[in-house]
């Protein structure tokens, strides 16, 4: 069996806007919090990240999950390894 791919569109509300995000991807809807959760799980214990976290208002995590292994691949364009997200209007600017 193939992997399958989660894609989450996270947009981070601002001032007193909700955050929202969008789902995507081979997996069906109602098993994404599953993933979600497993993939949080497996990333628990993997260290400090002190890489600076890109500064927009939506970011993109793709979550590659392999079901005959368990393994998860993931990427992202949060800038970080650990996905940190941070909103434009709270990032410096030069």
Not at 38 to 47: F, I, N, V
Not at 58 to 73: G, K, L, M, Q, S
Not at 88 to 93: D, G, M, N, V
Request: glycine share 6%; proline share 2%; aromatic share 8%.
């Amino acid at each position: 069996m193939a992997h399958l791919t989660l894609v989450v569109d996270f947009t981070i509300g601002e001032d007193d806007e909700e955050d929202t995000f969008k789902l995507g991807g081979s997996v069906k809807k109602e098993a994404a919090p599953e993933i979600i959760e497993a993939w949080l799980r497996s990333q628990m214990g993997a260290g400090a990240d002190s890489s600076e976290a890109n500064c927009k208002n939506t970011y993109r995590i793709e979550i590659n999950w392999d079901p005959t292994n368990d393994a998860f691949v993931c990427h992202s364009d949060c800038g970080t390894r650990v996905f940190a997200m941070v909103s434009y209007s709270s990032c410096s600017r030069n």
